[in-house]
């Protein structure tokens, strides 16, 4: 019988290989196959849910899983005649026989490395760029990616098959681009994975809130990154920086019973000090390269703060209200103005704060998000309003889409926290 804990191991596994499968095919047999690929993915995948839900997980499941989806797509060119001599099989599966594992790492981190430029092709508009990413490369649900992009789930869908159309026609073969066409595409592509890495940081959707392998998938890749010589930009080193504060308090952000603990109530104790470190690091080798700070250095700067507080309200709140306008200065984003919102009241005092707030109730996607409904909840409680403070958590518990959350604001909202 297929066990909850082989279960979640099969699901994480699924998200985590799911990109490397697309990409090694997709470097083996061109972009031109990519609906075959991405059956011959999901064909492997049901393969090893019904496998792997009654046996142990293969030591090597990224082999076992590729070698499954060559196979199938093997299968699939034979049926409808597609073989043709430049696929460079010929329906051998030892073709794709399982390599030395540093052969198979690199070959991965390779191809890998060369579908997400493919995705990012100037020829392709930003908006289809970020939805082929998170699709192939992180294997994003629709759901998940009208979450990201502020977008309605049936216009994802439709977006996504018109991106691969164009993929199709603008990329035949997967090549890493020379340095000018590196750099062009790098911004897009470090969107793409901190878009990764907030989905797993806070889960749109679903039983669970954290998703800590998508934030170490999303950390590799952006490794990944800085060891090419034309991508190791001080951007890169500021977002793998950002990401390793935010991670840091992965431990803290859940408590015994894997319900929600906000950053006031959270024991510092168990924040990860080497991460926290490794994000110094790259923060600093970010500074030391000396170009204008990006976006990523000031929100790095910000979770650096939290890191290393030594409780919430002794939190340089001063510097964090001035980083939060620096970013809105540098790029305008609504995620940034909401969550500026905490550091005003505890510096300016929740009146000012509130009236802030009040300005944006009138746009659309503010009040369709559970984060604004939080916010105003937070500062209805500084303002020690708890009638208006209710209500506003029950909008949130109304909105949001992950079960974790959506108890936090319950308990909130029957003043246990």
Known sequence: ?????????????????????????????GPSHLDKIEDAVQNALLKAMQVWGYQDTPQKPTAWLIRVANNS?????????????????????ENMAEPEEMVMENRINDDQLKMIFACCHPSISEEYQLILSLKLIGGFSNKEIAKALLKKEDTVAKSFTRAKKMLKSK?????????????????????????????????????VMLKKDICLEAIRLALLLSRNKYCNK???????????FHTSRFE??????????????????KYDKDLIRFGIDHLETATEMGQTPSPYHLQAAVSYEHCIAPDFEKTNWENILHLYNLQLQYQYSPVIELNRIVPLAKVKGPETALKELQKYQKTDHFRETALFYAIKADIF??????????????????????TVEKKYFLKKRKGIL
């Open 234 to 244: 001080a951007e890169v080193q500021a977002l793998i920086a950002l990401m390793c």
């Open 381 to 402: 409680r500084m303002l020690e309003d708890k009638n208006k403070m209710k209500t506003a958590l029950e909008k949130a518990v109304a909105l949001t889409k992950n």
């Open 171 to 207: 990329v035949k073969t997967l090549d890493t681009p020379i340095e000018i066409g590196l750099t062009s595409r790098l911004n897009v592509v470090l969107k793409v994975i901190y878009l990764l890495f907030s989905e797993g940081y806070a889960a749109s959707t679903g039983e």
């Open 73 to 93: 797509l093997i299968d699939m060119f034979r049926k409808e005649k597609y073989m043709q001599e430049d696929t460079g099989d010929t329906g051998n599966s």
């Open 1 to 29: 019988m297929q066990t909850t804990g082989n279960k979640e191991i099969i699901e994480n596994i699924f998200r985590h290989e799911y990109g490397k499968m697309i990409a090694v095919l997709v470097n083996k047999y």
């Open 252 to 269: 803290a952000r859940l408590d015994k019973e894997m319900e929600a603990v906000d950053l006031e109530h959270q024991d510092r104790s």
